[in-house]
């Protein structure tokens, strides 16, 4: 993918954001991650049923790669089980980390193959990520 094909999905993604705006529903595992270093402040919420994603909300305060990689997780994760969804993040986070993913398992969220040219933005590209794992792990437990 080219760098001005990832550059277009990126800004598509932090002007027109998927499913932002939380519907604070009983059924729904909300989770917070939040930057030390920037503004960056994600809010989730995360419908999961019989181990499927069946809907994921967000909202909060972000620079443009953190809300989009948030919009581009959720369109990436819904629908798909947590072992598919924990895959993806491995790779994902294998890829913003510089180590060995493979690229076809990560679908829309490869625009951020280069991100690691850039130290600083890699929390950013990750923090919603690490809301999902959250997640997760509340799922898990309460099962």
Request: aromatic share 8%.
């Amino acid at each position: 993918m080219d760098n001005d094909l990832k550059r277009s999905i990126i800004l598509e993604n932090y002007q027109n954001p998927k499913n932002r705006g939380l519907l604070n529903k009983e059924d729904y595992i909300k989770t917070n991650t939040n930057s030390d270093s920037c503004i960056d402040e994600i809010n989730l919420e995360v419908k999961i049923e019989d181990g499927v994603i069946k809907d994921i909300r967000f909202d909060g305060e972000a620079c443009a790669i953190c809300t989009s990689a948030t919009s581009i997780m959720i369109e990436t994760l819904i629908g798909k089980n947590l072992e598919e969804a924990k895959e993806i993040f491995d790779n994902y986070q294998n890829m913003i980390e510089e180590k060995h993913f493979d690229e076809e398992k990560l679908e829309s969220a490869i625009v951020y193959s280069d991100i690691s040219k850039q130290p600083n933005r890699k929390k950013c590209a990750l923090l919603p990520w690490w809301g999902i794992e959250k997640a997760f792990i509340e799922y898990e437990k309460n099962k």
